[in-house]
């Protein structure tokens, strides 16, 4: 009855001894695994912004080059510039203490032309609301700033692409 056991005992505690090492190191991988494809809150993009300038103008330009980028401004200030590009697009550059570009916010009106989507700025399409308007921002802690989308709802709507440094 007990004949074969001495012999087979040391080969089950072998299979075993692999089954509960294997175990362990499995329960060890899986919230490292779970925990790299996990977005700390699911705003947060790995890669590069989509959207990141505006006709040449960057987060981070100083004044002076992006005045000569963009062109003499409607309204000009140390802290903020105002364009007028025709009669459907507005656009509002930022800028901080030291004179460089720390925001960019684009307006496009109904009628103009060139209106990015959501998935040209943003590189991802936004769920619309139930009145057809769109929002949706995304940070870049790499680059250093954030950008937003919005849509208004209504049969003109209003495009505003907005990006802004992180402080």
Known sequence: MFRGFPTRFPNLMKRLGFVFIGLVVLIMLVPSVSRAQRRTNGNEPEGAPAFNDFKGVKIGTHADEARKKLG???????????????????????????????????????????????????????????DGSVYKLIRYPKAGYWVSYSRTAGNSPTVTVTMQKID
Do not use: W
């Not at 901080?96 to 943003?122: E, H, N, Q, R, Y």
């Open 72 to 130: 003499n401004p409607r309204d000009k200030s140390a802290d903020q510039d105002f364009y007028m590009f025709g009669e459907n697009q507005a656009v509002q550059v930022y800028y901080d203490k030291s004179g460089a570009v720390s925001a960019i916010s684009i307006d496009f009106m109904s009628g103009a032309s060139g209106i990015p989507s959501c998935k040209d700025v943003l590189g991802a399409e936004a769920e619309a609301k139930a």
